[in-house]
């Protein structure tokens, strides 16, 4: 495994296009969204200030200037967050990135008190599925295309 060099920084709108494409890329990359789809209208990537507030956060992985990944907490009350946005390009995948962030993710939950973390996932990401079972999630469920899981802090 290659090592590169990266952090972890919070969202800043400077990174707003960025964090677009990469969430846009990982979803076209699996099919779960069409490439016509271009660029993404989900409406949380446009409005990450107001939506990853208070007990919620944002963040980047950056490689210098480049947006490598991509990871929220949202606070969805009653002492529960949800893993969300947590994508890394392509290119790096296996060099330790997608850890990092979900690690930083978990370990701010747990400072701000959470007792469950949940997340939902389309039924084709296949590595999702491996990484967040492997990092304690258990699938409590599907939806339609969705799977939805589920750990406790």
């Known amino acids: 495994m290659a090592e590169i060099n990266f952090e972890i920084a919070e969202f800043e709108p400077k990174y707003q296009g960025q964090v677009v494409d990469v969430v846009g890329k990982g979803l076209m990359e699996l099919e779960v969204i069409p490439k016509s789809d271009e660029p993404l209208q989900d409406e949380d990537l446009y409005q990450i200030p107001e939506i990853y507030k208070d007990r919620g956060r944002f963040w980047v992985a950056l490689e210098g200037d480049l947006?490598?990944?991509?990871?929220?907490?949202?606070?969805?009350?009653n002492d529960t967050a949800k893993?969300?946005?947590?994508?890394?390009?392509?290119d790096y995948h296996g060099k330790g990135v997608g850890q990092a962030l979900f690690n930083h993710a978990i370990a701010?939950?747990?400072k701000q008190g959470y007792k469950e973390?949940?997340?939902?996932?389309h039924f084709l990401m296949k590595r999702a599925h491996r990484f967040y079972e492997k990092n304690g999630f258990k699938r409590i469920g599907k939806e339609?295309?969705?799977y939805h899981y589920k750990m406790d802090l």
Request: glycine share 6%.
């Open 108 to 110: 701010f939950a747990k």
């Open 67 to 77: 947006v490598i990944g991509t990871v929220a907490i949202r606070d969805m009350g």
């Open 117 to 121: 973390v949940v997340l939902n996932t």
């Open 144 to 146: 339609k295309d969705k």
């Open 83 to 90: 893993l969300n946005r947590m994508f890394v390009l392509s």
